[in-house]
């Protein structure tokens, strides 16, 4: 008999609504019924109860040290989420719980479980599955899709098809033949599943308009960010002239900050290689996040300065795969 946990952390499956709309409330004993399977045995815990906007690095290492802690006893994790902000967490998570040895599933809804026309009950099941399935890795399951954790992006506010895999192919889908998955795309390893929780949240995220001011960053700077991740223009630009961001990022470096640039196009990888905008850029030091989505890379340079302030290292460890957010083939061209 398989043993599943599911971790809760409240989102809109678990909410009600009230006059300042919907809140988040205790719904553990529906989530449980829902998902009844005479063949598995159940665990539900909550965790907390939120929505996914007060979901913080707070909450990101309560929930990393639940997982780890459950990896011996368990054949699969679900963890419900609010989808706000799922990507971000999942994205954490696959730096925080490395090599885990059992599936990791988070999942929400865009309606509440008790809703009579709710999502919830096909995502649940979508988790459930997956969560049984033996194959390691951080998950999200949503509207009949498995997807890797890091590579998701929430595209749609409404729809059921609220997250995308990005740059990388949907690792399952539901259908009337069951689950499928491509387990072509699943990489094994004979590490052991790590616990990371050094992680610097100090890390800000810089979207460019045509009128932001590079004074921002020296500003930033001052206010103790150790880490910046810049959303540049298509495949890699940044202005240079009049607005001279280069000549900053250049002096952010030099204090010991990692710069990181990506693009703010959501599909196919960043380069910066191609234009003048671009290549001025790689030389004044900056990371490229090549096909990685922003949610990974903010999270992925929390991690990395977590482990070192070494600004070679950073690069280094930014640029080894850890969990399918990054991929290889994208380094050489
Ligand atoms: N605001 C909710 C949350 O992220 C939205 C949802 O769960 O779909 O918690």
Redesign the pocket.
């Known amino acids: 008999m398989k043993h599943i946990l599911i971790l809760t952390t409240?989102?809109?499956?678990s909410?009600i609504t009230s006059k300042e709309g919907?809140i988040?409330q205790n719904a553990d004993t529906l989530l449980k019924e829902t998902l009844h399977d005479s063949s598995t045995e159940l665990t539900v815990k909550s965790i907390f109860v939120?929505?996914?906007?007060n979901i913080q690095p707070e909450e990101w290492k309560i929930i990393a040290k639940q997982i780890f802690d459950a990896l011996p006893l368990y054949d699969g994790i679900i963890l419900t989420h609010?989808?706000?902000?799922?990507a971000y967490t999942a994205s954490m998570i696959s730096f925080m719980v490395q090599h885990p040895n059992i599936p990791i599933v988070f999942t929400?809804?865009?309606l509440p479980i008790e809703h009579p026309l709710t999502d919830a009950i096909d995502n649940l099941r979508c988790a459930f599955a997956m969560a049984k399935s033996d194959i390691p890795g951080v998950f999200i399951a949503f509207n009949r899709k498995i997807m890797f954790g890091c590579r998701c992006v929430k595209a749609r506010t409404s729809s059921f098809d609220a997250f995308e895999s990005i740059n990388f192919k949907t690792l399952g889908r539901i259908s009337a033949t069951g689950l499928s998955i491509k387990r072509e795309m699943i990489h094994t390893t004979s590490l052991k599943p790590k616990l990371v929780l050094d992680i610097n949240t100090e890390v800000f995220l810089l979207k460019l308009t045509p009128t932001t001011s590079p004074k921002v960053i020296p500003l930033l700077i001052e206010n103790g960010i150790q880490g910046l991740v810049i959303e540049a223009y298509g495949a890699g630009g940044i202005s240079f002239i009049r607005r001279d961001f280069i000549k900053e990022i250049q002096a952010a470096i030099q204090k010991g900050i990692p710069v990181v640039v990506c693009s703010q196009c959501l599909y196919e990888r960043a380069n910066f290689n191609i234009y003048e905008v671009g290549t001025k850029v790689l030389a004044s030091g900056a990371i490229e996040a090549l096909d990685m989505t922003t949610e990974a890379t903010v999270t992925k340079l929390m991690y990395a300065l977590g482990q070192t302030s070494d600004l070679k290292k950073i690069k280094e460890i930014f640029l080894t795969p850890i969990s399918y957010e990054i991929n290889p083939e994208n380094y050489n061209n």
């Open positions: 409240g989102g809109t499956i909410s919907l988040p939120l929505d996914s906007s609010g989808t706000d902000t799922m929400g809804s865009q």
